[in-house]
Every structure is written in structure tokens, then in C-alpha cells.
């Protein structure tokens, strides 16, 4: 039976998306549920592998599954391979594939030796999987590995033709997983809707990914910066609100987040200077005009922080700013616009 909301409506399961290569070696339980039914390694054919439907879209095609258990030996893989690819071979082991395994955490790109990561998972992790556009090379992507939120590897390659799907393979007994609601992560807009203004400190890496690539020892002169490109409207709900996940916090969590004037230095981390706020990763701290308020929330690699702008008392020239890390409150502040 399908999953029922609380409104009395069907819940769609996230496995409708995906099929099952060989039903010997996979069972599909139902809300996206998976579970291995093979006989491991003592079978030739005792691989079990679910593939996404249709392609991935290159614009930014996004897998998620998290591992409901590992099983006798944690023999699962999440990536990406040509529609060709054999059904009873862990993703990453052929040709025109490329996958994260958990049982050791390292990736394999079309071979089965591996790059190694050393990033070992365990039951409640979530593994994502990214196909974005690369910047620069037209008809090249990049797919991109993250585990928890964090980004943990990144690879460079052409599309096969056809495309490539979402596979996940298994191998052991009580190896269970579970996908998530396939996404299309936004990047084609990206230049429309934001500007790097300082492009020998911070380059743009697809899909809405920006790294900081200036001095390794951040000093004042070595701020980067991307802004918006429209102001924003802190009346209208959807237009008032900006959101940034930390996928690197770095060395030194050299981050902030926050608004400004459109004049404002695009040297200077928002909130040290006058008239801007910025809530800042390495010490928690909101800066408003070059004054930290203590809040104590230090960010991490995966954090998500929003700020939201809402005007005061229906004022047009003093508004709220209103910080969330993880969708919990930070800090509430006015300034004047």
C-alpha cells in the first residue's frame, strides 16, 4: 500500500523513479526503500544495482540516498554510469562510470582501483550525487559527491551518449538504502542572479559552487566576494530572503554571510563596515557597522545559513534582518536602508 499524507492523499513514492535491474538481488519495500536479497559474493551474478529511470539532466540532475543499513559488510555504491553499463557490477568498477563506496569511502572512476578518500559511512548517512555543467567547457560536467551536506570529491568528465543514470549497487546481506524525491539543483540562473565581484579570489565552479582560490593566510586585502545582482525586497515573501550552504567551511571558516548597500567595499566581509550585517562562520558572531554581537553558533561544512530581511513596523527605510543556521534561529537585528 502507498504511503498516505495526513490530508488523505497519496504520498508518492521516491522509487517510482528508479528500477531494479535484477528483483533476485534487490527488493524494492516501498517509500523508497531498498534492501539487498542476493547471495553476496558466492553468487556470479550476486550483485544487485537500481538505476534511475530516465537520465540524469546535466543542468544539475541530483540523486540522494541514505544508507538505512549496512549490512554484513557495508558493500554499497552511489554514482553515475552510461545506460550500458552491467547490471551485476558495482557502479565505478567498468567503463563510463563513476561511484562512491562505503565501505572504505573511496571513489572509483571506470575502474576498480580507487582514489582513495578514506571517508567510511555508516547507517543514517546520506550520500548526494550531482551532474552540473563545467564552466568553460562546453558539453563537459562535473559530478559532484557530497556525504552529510559536505562536498567530499569532484570529477571532471564528457557525457556518454544517452546521458548517464543514478546508480546504486549492493552486494552483502542487511545492506538497505533509501532514495529521496530525485531534484534538479538550480545552475543554469546563477549568473543572472548573482555577480563575483572580485574573480582572482573566488571563482564560480557550476551549480551555484563558489571556492575561495585567493592567498592561503586571509588578510583584509584578501576578501572575496559575490553579491546579487538585484536588491533585495524585503515585501515580498520569496524575494526577501537569500540562502547559502556552507559545502567547505576551510582552515580558517572565513565566511560570512549577509547585505549591504549596493556601494558597499568589496573588500570587506559584510558587517564590518557601515551600512551592512553579516552573520560570520568562524566565531558566530553578527557584525552590524563593524560591531560583533556573541551568539556562540559556530558553522561546519554542510551548515545551511539564511537571512531574511523584513521591514519594520511597515517602515520602508529600516528593516529586520533575521539570521537561521540549520533552519534554527540565530539573530534578529534592524538596519537602516
Known amino acids: 500500500m502507498p504511503g498516505r499524507k495526513r490530508d488523505g492523499g497519496i504520498k508518492a513514492d521516491p522509487g517510482a523513479n528508479w528500477r531494479v535491474a535484477d528483483s533476485r538481488n534487490i527488493t524494492h519495500d516501498g517509500d523508497g526503500l531498498y534492501s539487498y536479497s542476493g547471495q553476496g559474493e558466492e553468487s556470479e551474478d550476486g550483485i544487485g544495482t537500481l ?21 554484513e559488510r557495508n558493500c554499497i555504491a552511489i554514482g553515475v554510469c552510461h545506460r550500458g ?18 565501505d572504505e569511502g573511496n571513489l572509483f572512476l ?17 550520500i548526494r550525487c550531482s551532474v552540473v555543467p ?13 556525504c552529510n551536506g ?19 549497487g549492493m ?19 546563477f549568473d543572472q542572479l548573482w555577480t563575483v565581484l572580485t574573480p582572482t579570489r573566488i571563482a564560480h565552479e557550476g551549480g551555484g559552487c563558489c571556492a575561495y582560490i585567493g592567498p592561503a593566510h586571509a588578510t583584509e586585502q584578501s576578501v572575496g566576494t559575490v553579491r546579487k545582482n538585484s536588491k533585495i525586497d524585503s515585501t515580498s515573501p520569496g524575494g526577501n530572503c537569500l540562502q547559502v550552504q556552507i559545502l567547505e ?38 557584525f552590524k557597522n563593524n560591531e560583533g554581537q556573541l551568539m556562540g553558533q559556530l558553522c561546519q561544512s554542510g551548515d545551511v545559513v539564511k537571512c531574511t530581511v523584513e521591514p519594520v513596523d511597515g517602515s520602508m527605510k529600516e528593516v529586520w534582518v533575521i539570521f537561521h543556521r540549520n533552519e534554527a534561529l540565530v539573530a534578529r537585528t534592524c538596519i537602516w536602508t
Open 51 to 71: 538505476w534511475t529511470v530516465q537520465p540524469l539532466d546535466p543542468r544539475g540532475g541530483t540523486l540522494e540516498v541514505k544508507i538505512v543499513s549496512t549490512g
Open 85 to 102: 553499463y552491467p547490471p551485476n557490477s558495482l557502479p565505478g568498477w567498468k567503463e563510463a562510470s563513476v561511484a562512491f563506496h562505503t
Open 110 to 126: 571506470s575502474s576498480d582501483d580507487p582514489q582513495e578518500l578514506h571517508l567510511p559511512c555508516k547507517a543514517g548517512d546520506s
Open 134 to 146: 563545467s564552466p568553460g567547457d562546453p558539453g563537459g560536467v562535473l559530478i559532484r559527491f557530497y
Open 150 to 168: 559536505s562536498r567530499i570529491a569532484q570529477v571532471p568528465t564528457r557525457l556518454p551518449a544517452g546521458g548517464v543514470y543514478g546508480i546504486v
Open 171 to 189: 552486494m552483502s546481506k542487511g545492506e538497505q538504502v533509501q532514495v529521496q524525491p530525485l531534484s534538479l539543483t538550480q545552475t543554469v540562473d
Open 249 to 286: 567551511a576551510g582552515n580558517q571558516r572565513c565566511i560570512a554571510v549577509g547585505v549591504c548597500s549596493k556601494s558597499y567595499p568589496i573588500d570587506m566581509l559584510p558587517g564590518w563596515d557601515e551600512p551592512s550585517v553579516g552573520y560570520h562562520a568562524d566565531n558566530g558572531q553578527v
